[in-house]
């Protein structure tokens, strides 16, 4: 089981704001990256540290954390957004040992 | 820039050892403060953390798996590994390797390989 949660499936329409989000203990200490993977692909990093977007990510792609809950907002979604999101961040324990959300499936309407 | 490719048998009989390599090009495994990670995703399913590297040798690995798992470096082939033992058929997944990152109170992974798909089999 996962110490990260993710609801299984959103929602949005085309063009429209819609927010991802990643609960669990250790998001109060550390924060959570974020990944894209499409169908057949190897995820994609998106978010990392308090928000930051690798070179290429566009700006509509941002993070946010807010106690235990981390959240990824995608302001504008288009088409392409459509994908599988996973967050993960480091294990409540304190240990160096990675965790992962089990996914949220995003479909642009 | 930075490229991964894992490489290794895509078929592994029940109890037997699975090995994977990935090489890693475009840079020197050795350069900047970088772990190197292996995580894998079952068909249909999330992704599971299994172990990362540093170039040191330092190993840690996922709490589930660590009595199987072992990682490895050569930093000379510019390449790490993972061996995992006694497999059965719910080892079967898509096997990434990834560059990890520790920093910004964050860990994270970019860039990743493409992937291999091992099936555990008889």
């Known amino acids: 089981s996962s110490e990260l949660t993710q609801d299984p499936a959103v929602s949005v329409a085309l063009g429209q704001t819609v927010r991802i989000t990643c609960q669990g203990d250790?998001?109060?200490?550390?924060?959570a990256s974020w990944y894209q993977q499409k169908p057949g692909q190897a995820p994609v990093l998106v978010i990392y540290?308090?928000?930051n977007r690798p070179s290429g990510i566009p700006d509509r792609f941002s993070g946010s954390s807010s106690g235990n809950t981390a959240s990824l907002t995608i302001t504008g979604a288009q088409a392409e957004d459509e994908a599988d999101y996973y967050c993960?961040?480091?294990?409540?324990?304190?240990?160096?040992?990675?965790?992962f959300g089990g996914g949220t499936k995003l479909t642009v309407l | 820039q930075v490229q991964l490719q894992e490489s290794g048998p895509g078929l592994v009989k029940p109890s037997q050892t699975l090995s994977l390599t990935c090489t890693v090009s475009?840079?020197?495994?050795?350069?900047?403060?970088?772990?190197w990670s292996w995580i894998r995703q079952p068909a249909g399913k999330g992704l599971e953390w299994i172990g990362r590297?540093?170039?040191?040798?330092?190993?840690n690995y996922n709490p589930s798996l660590k009595s199987r798992v072992t990682i490895s470096v050569d930093t000379s082939k510019n390449q790490f590994s993972l061996k995992l033992s006694s497999v059965t058929a719910a080892d079967t997944a898509v096997y990434y390797c990834?560059?990890?990152?520790?920093?910004?109170?964050?860990?994270?992974?970019?860039?990743w390989g493409q992937g291999t798909l091992v099936t555990v089999s008889s």
């Open positions: 993960n961040s480091r294990d409540s324990s304190g240990n160096r040992v990675v965790v």
């Open positions: 540290g308090k928000n």
């Open positions: 250790s998001l109060r200490s550390y924060y």
């Open positions: 475009g840079g020197s495994i050795s350069s900047g403060s970088y772990y």
């Open positions: 990834a560059r990890d990152q520790d920093g910004s109170g964050s860990y994270w992974f970019d860039p």
């Open positions: 590297i540093y170039t040191s040798g330092s190993t």
